[in-house]
């Protein structure tokens, strides 16, 4: 899972993803349930992209309150069908593009918490697989955007898999281990606007040359 992440730099914002850049905008680090950035196809327009502020942690239509209990910041990709929190935006195509600069992940291989900072190799910014949702305050009619972030199992992966705390109570390969789902360019415009069963192909895990990584042990 991702817990901290930088958004994408203004000049990325408008070069990469191709957005207006609204006057608020401001890359200050994101973390579950304070505010952040995402892009999406408005409703009128499924060819236009839209940048949008929300809190990173979906809020479900079904919630009484927009201040939740439980952690929505992440979606397993595999249960987006399952989950209730997550059914009906991934069903009504709420998919957005979250754009960040870096993520953090802990690496725990040394017995205690060391945050390793994740950058792509190409120095771009990374385009993440995440779904919005609307949420009305149906005594004010006020409306709070909100998204979620979607993981893969990573256990395979000669990079992710080194990340976060193991279970000594289960093998290697079954630890369940979590990486964000990176959307390269070209996936962009079909993630954002394909019928569902298109854009479930392109949750898939990304090679570890994309990535730069770099640990932190003074953080």
């Keep these: 899972m991702c817990n901290q992440y930088t958004p994408a730099s203004a000049t990325q914002i408008i070069r990469q993803f191709g957005v207006a850049l609204r006057a608020d905008y401001h890359p200050a680090d994101v973390f579950p349930r304070s505010q952040g950035w995402f892009i999406r196809a ?68 040394t017995g205690k918490n060391v945050w390793w900072r994740f950058e792509r190799a190409d120095g771009d910014a990374f385009g993440l697989a995440g779904l919005w949702n609307t949420w009305i305050d149906k005594s004010t009619g006020e409306l709070f955007e909100s998204y979620t972030m979607l993981t893969m199992n990573a256990d395979h992966h000669p990079l992710m898999s080194r990340m976060h705390k193991p279970d000594p109570k289960l093998p290697n390969d079954a630890q369940d281990k979590r990486m964000v789902v990176v959307l390269e360019p070209d996936s962009w415009k079909e993630w954002l606007t394909a019928p569902t069963s298109n854009a479930r192909q392109l949750i898939r895990m990304t090679p570890e040359s994309t990535f730069r990584a770099e640990s932190n042990s003074s953080r």
């Excluded at 209990?69 to 059914?87: C, V």
């Excluded at 991934?90 to 754009?99: D, F, L, S, T």
């Excluded at 960040?100 to 725990?108: D, G, L, R, S």
Aim: with cysteine; net charge positive.
């Design 42 to 109: 408005p409703s009128h327009d499924s060819q236009a992209r839209e940048l949008v502020k929300g809190q990173w942690g979906l809020i479900p239509s079904f919630a009484k309150t927009p201040h939740l209990p439980y952690s929505t910041n992440n979606a397993r990709s595999e249960e987006l069908e399952a989950k209730a929190s997550y059914r009906q935006p991934w069903a009504k195509g709420q998919r957005c593009i979250i754009p960040a600069a870096a993520f953090w992940e802990p690496c725990w291989e």
